[in-house]
């Protein structure tokens, strides 16, 4: 086992190919301050870094009541002029960092049992699967503190959830249960608290049964997808990974293996 860090909010560890990335501020439900971002952000680059030995990332919450219940908003408390130009290099950055589940090289599963609120939803929708406890809260209540959701949290939801499911999520700013927010389209999965972890392995043991390679440009081929402005732009980077695979020696050598069974 390694460990990455050491980090002010974060726990880093490396295990058989899989990162465990865990927000370690339990006495704030977890909440995301500029350390924990820094955090995250500082994670991440260490992990793309470490490309050959990180094959999936776990993202959690300390403690059993939270993934994250958002934004520490005492960060965010004050007149305009104490947070101008601070605040929008800031929101830049955090933008970059909540990205980087999405634009990690292996997946990434939010394990979520307790609050996912806020900012924390925000991480939670970059990542790859998100896969909760049946006893999970989830919401959007930016609208409660006269903010918006930010971190290009907006479209992220409306490609999970769709534009009125987002809408209501945002306007109301009511919060759902897991069972609601699986069929919202907000969620891989839902277990029992007690199952999480041995889900969230199983699915891990799956996506490491596949070809690392096919794994990865898959990944990147679904993402292009998403940000395509169209079919044709899709399909032309789908083409091109799916070239670079069918040269690979992986292709090569799995086609080979399941031939011959």
Not at 145 to 163: M, N
């Amino acid at each position: 086992m390694s460990e990455y860090g050491p980090y002010r909010h974060l726990d880093a560890t490396v295990d058989a190919g899989v990162a465990t990335l865990t927000i370690d501020r339990p006495a704030t439900h977890n909440a995301l301050n500029t350390a924990v971002m820094h955090d995250l952000g500082r994670a991440f680059a260490e992990i793309e870094n470490d490309r050959d030995a990180v094959d999936a990332v776990v993202i959690q919450g300390a403690g059993d009541e939270a993934f994250s219940a958002g934004a520490d908003l005492a960060e965010y408390a004050g007149p305009f002029a104490d947070h101008d130009p601070e605040q929008r290099e800031r929101q830049e950055r955090f933008h970059e960092i909540f990205r980087a589940p999405h634009d990690c090289h292996a997946p990434v599963i939010a394990q979520i049992d307790g609050f996912c609120i806020g900012g924390g939803l925000v991480l939670a929708l970059y990542c790859d699967l998100r896969v909760a406890s049946e006893r999970s809260t989830f919401g959007l209540p930016t609208a409660a503190v006269g903010l918006l959701p930010t971190g290009g949290a907006t479209r992220r939801l409306v490609d999970a959830i769709g534009e009125s499911t987002a809408k209501e999520l945002v306007f109301t700013a009511e919060r759902v249960d897991a069972a609601r927010a699986r069929e919202m389209g907000l969620l891989t999965d839902v277990v029992a608290a007690d199952t999480l972890e041995e889900r969230v392995a199983e699915l891990v043991a799956s996506m490491g049964a596949v070809g690392d390679e096919a794994r990865t440009r898959a990944k990147r081929a679904i993402n292009a997808a998403v940000a395509a402005p169209d079919p044709a732009t899709a399909r032309e980077r789908e083409a091109a990974l799916w070239w670079e695979q069918f040269a690979s020696d992986e292709r090569r050598d799995r086609v080979a293996e399941f031939v011959e069974k």
